[in-house]
């Protein structure tokens, strides 16, 4: 694992093409942006890898890079991690095998498809679930807790 000095990188990304990283002068274009520990630490250890996919190195705190690679950053993990909030659990109904999970989340209302919906929910600690729905995608309701009365008894009777 190479830690990256954040004062040592720098990245730009011109007309909505993937970024192009330059560490110590060197340029690697069409740089890949991930989270080493996207459920655990999502804002920190960042991990950039080259357009074959090979890891190029890690920066411990995005923050401590300058603006625009901070924001550059922040972008592509909002992109390539999108996971709406739950809000609020609307209903939950069977059709065919396929379970529909009716909720409204901080991007809208959604009906999340699931084969299973106590396999595509996971509680990653307490009052904090993560869904996914039979697709791979991914939802969040960060505190259980700041649900209405009714979603959380939903919620509850799965986990």
Not at 27 to 53: G, M
Not at 110 to 116: C, E, L, N, S, T
């Amino acid at each position: 694992m190479s830690f990256l000095d954040p004062a040592a990188i720098r990245l730009e990304r011109r007309d909505d093409q993937p970024p192009t990283l330059s560490i110590a002068g060197d340029l690697f274009f069409n740089v890949r942006i991930r989270q080493a520990f996207p459920l655990s630490f999502e804002s920190r250890y960042i991990t950039f890898f080259d357009q074959e996919d090979e890891y190029l190195g890690i920066v411990a705190d995005p923050e401590a890079c300058d603006e625009d690679t901070s924001r550059i950053i922040r972008d592509e993990i909002e992109w390539r991690y999108f996971r709406p909030r739950i809000e609020r659990v609307l209903e939950m109904e069977g059709r065919g095998g396929t379970s529909l999970f009716s909720v409204e989340t901080d991007r809208g209302a959604v009906k999340i498809p699931m084969r299973d919906l106590r396999e595509g929910m996971m509680e990653l600690s307490p009052g904090r679930i993560l869904i996914t729905d039979e697709h791979g995608n991914r939802y969040e309701i960060p505190d259980l807790d700041r649900l209405d009365r009714r979603s959380r008894r939903l919620i509850r009777r799965l986990i």
